[in-house]
């Protein structure tokens, strides 16, 4: 899966390094040396995880991120600082909401380690919630199979009182066609979460 990395420093030669010790990962890196400029290309983009530098003139990397934590709460996101601290450490984490606060100058090989797992939770997690809502689809088809099956058996009147009540079910061969389609789904995404894994 090709991700797309946001890269955030006021100084160009950080940018330039860390973009050096990524350029051998197949992500799409995009810099900014503002949060306004970050900012702008979160909205043009679909980024992934943002590695922000937490002393920046204008706003703070933690305050940045805990706005992308609110607009954008699935993004990923990782602080660098050249002065950690405690405190610091707590904000960038409880307002931040950051998966990992790392200090400057950081160990590259770490860098590149902590992205990619980050990632690879992220990847995972996706297909967690897909396969959950595949699987809630799957239960409300099987339990309108149910009540046709019941209803199908019925008198005349207890039918006509599910009907009143909304209990109606879809037409049998919808409902089963449904069903086979979810279950196509279902495997689907089993098979392309093992061969991932």
């Known amino acids: 899966m090709n991700h797309t990395v946001l890269l955030l420093d006021d ?38 995880l943002i590695v922000s530098d937490e002393e920046m003139p204008g706003m ?3 305050e940045f991120l805990g706005r992308v934590a609110q607009d954008y709460p699935d993004i ?26 790392l200090t ?7 860098l590149a380690i902590t992205i990619r797992r980050a990632l690879e939770q992220k990847d995972l997690l996706t297909k967690s919630r897909d396969l959950l809502e595949v699987a809630k689809r799957q239960s409300a088809l099987i339990n309108e199979a149910r009540l046709t ?18 209990d109606e079910p879809a037409d049998p061969r ?11 789904r279902g495997k689907e995404l089993l098979r392309v979460a093992h061969s991932s894994s």
Not at 157 to 165: F, G, L, Q, T, Y
């Open 11 to 48: 100084e160009p030669n950080v940018l330039d390094g860390l973009t050096r010790v990524l350029r051998k990962e197949s992500y799409k890196i995009l810099t900014a040396n503002s949060a306004e400029e970050a900012a702008r290309l979160l909205q043009d983009n679909e980024i992934d």
């Open 60 to 62: 703070s990397g933690t």
């Open 76 to 101: 990923v996101r990782i602080v660098l600082t050249g002065h950690p601290t405690l405190p610091a450490a707590l904000r960038a984490i409880n307002e931040g909401k950051v998966y990992q606060f």
């Open 104 to 110: 400057k100058p950081c160990n590259e090989i770490d």
């Open 149 to 166: 099956r019941r209803l199908r058996g019925a008198s005349h009147k207890e039918r006509s009182e599910a009907v009143a009540k909304g």
């Open 174 to 184: 919808e409902l089963l066609s449904q069903i086979d389609e979810e279950v196509r």
